[in-house]
């Protein structure tokens, strides 16, 4: 063949490219190939956690502000699918994985956004997380002056590289005030170009809760602005958004116990989230396909909120031999037994969150499948 086109489920050192590359046979990420098909504005959206939950705000808040938006990428629609539809002038929000960005060429979003890098998917970077860093970096190489770049202020790991842009930088931060971006200031988020205070609005404005979505906020009123859209309309949009499926869904209470799907949780900064958005006792459904996970880095919170833990999947063991001396810890062959133990266990006020830690494909064909699973078994007792 004279060009391949890899999908993101292909590690970039596979057999198979390695093959190709020896025989100088170009090889592009699908990314690459629907790129060169838009004519929208792409706003490409990367980082290891809040990438779906930022996407798919990003695309409802430009068409709530009347903007044509589509969202496409590794949220689940290809983006060729949609590629040759965008017309000028319209949107695209693409949620972009470090695989994506592994065989991309000349790949170009008008906006990108990196939310925060932290160890995930060390398995297909050779436990190395500069090099996993290094390929979320990709996403502004071939950006230049005018284009945007917007990141996380709070990431030291992004700190040190941002400095090789071409493009304009934004930046938002939780803990510092910016001169171009973000930060938040009294429970207030203020938008600011050159220190002049252009967008404010209350934490207490956005529908979707904790720190993790505060960030995913600024990062797409960032994007908003950019484009000077209606300080109103992104208010209203920012009280509508409702969340993500998989993302801390409320599936459920049943005799005061709340069921919590958070499937999308495939890695431990997930966790980390998911467990400090409860004050309640919480039951913690943990496990699957295991992707390197240092779970020490979990250990003292898990202490603190967590009453049991139900270790399912291939990664069943390793948790069950991790956590059995600290916290109560069993072995369940499936959700219905987790869930049937959950409900003779917990008691009302407490919490039963899937929020595995680990992807899905030792049981299930991607984390939306395991959620439903979950869902469908919770919603029949």
């Known amino acids: 063949c004279d060009l391949m086109i890899v999908s993101p489920g292909v590690p970039s050192d596979a057999d198979v490219i390695k093959r190709a590359n020896e025989r100088n046979i170009k090889t592009i990420s699908e990314l ?10 792409v706003i490409g959206i990367t980082g290891t956690n809040g990438k779906t939950t930022a996407t798919s705000l990003c695309d ?7 903007k044509k938006s589509y ?23 693409l949620e972009i994985s470090s695989f994506q960005l592994d065989l991309i060429d000349k790949f170009k979003p008008k906006v990108a956004v990196i939310l925060n890098i932290t160890p995930d998917h060390l398995n297909r970077s050779e436990n190395n997380i500069e090099k996993y860093a290094l390929s979320k970096l990709r996403i502004f190489e071939n950006q230049d002056a005018s284009d945007y770049l917007i990141l996380s202020k709070d ?18 931060s939780t803990t510092k005030k910016v001169s171009n971006g973000c930060f938040l200031e009294n429970n207030k988020i203020q938008f600011v170009r ?3 205070v252009e967008f404010s609005c209350l934490v207490s404005d956005l529908f979707i809760k904790g720190d993790h979505n505060i960030q995913n906020a600024m990062a797409v009123i960032i994007a908003a602005k950019i484009f000077n859209l209606d300080n109103d309309k992104i208010i209203e949009a920012l009280k509508s958004f409702k969340g993500v499926e998989h993302r801390l869904e409320l599936v459920r209470e049943i005799d005061g116990i ?8 495939t890695n431990i900064d997930s966790v980390v989230v998911a467990l400090k958005s409860f004050n309640q006792p919480v039951f913690l459904i943990l496990g699957g396909l295991d992707k390197g ?3 020490s880095i979990i250990e003292e919170l898990i202490v603190e909120k967590v009453v049991k833990i ?11 031999n991790y956590f059995h001396n600290k916290i109560k810890t069993e072995i369940k062959k499936d959700f219905e037994e987790v869930i049937n133990s959950a409900l003779s266990e917990a008691r009302s006020g407490e919490v039963v969150l899937l929020s595995p830690a680990c992807a899905s494909f030792d049981m299930f064909d991607n984390y939306e499948h395991r959620g439903q699973v979950f869902k469908q078994i919770v919603n029949s007792k």
């Open 32 to 41: 690459e190939f629907a790129s060169s098909f838009c004519n929208g504005s």
């Open 293 to 295: 996970n240092d779970y």
């Open 155 to 172: 990431s030291s790991l992004l700190n040190q590289y941002f400095k090789k842009a071409k493009s304009s930088i934004f930046f938002f």
């Open 71 to 93: 969202a496409a990428g590794n949220i689940g629609l290809a983006f060729s699918e949609i590629a040759t539809q965008v017309k000028e002038g319209e949107f695209v929000s």
């Open 194 to 196: 050159n220190d002049v």
């Open 258 to 265: 709340k069921f919590i799907n958070d499937s999308k949780a």
């Open 310 to 320: 139900y270790a399912i999947g291939s990664s069943a063991e390793k948790i069950f």
């Open 60 to 66: 409802y808040l430009f068409n709530e502000c009347g």
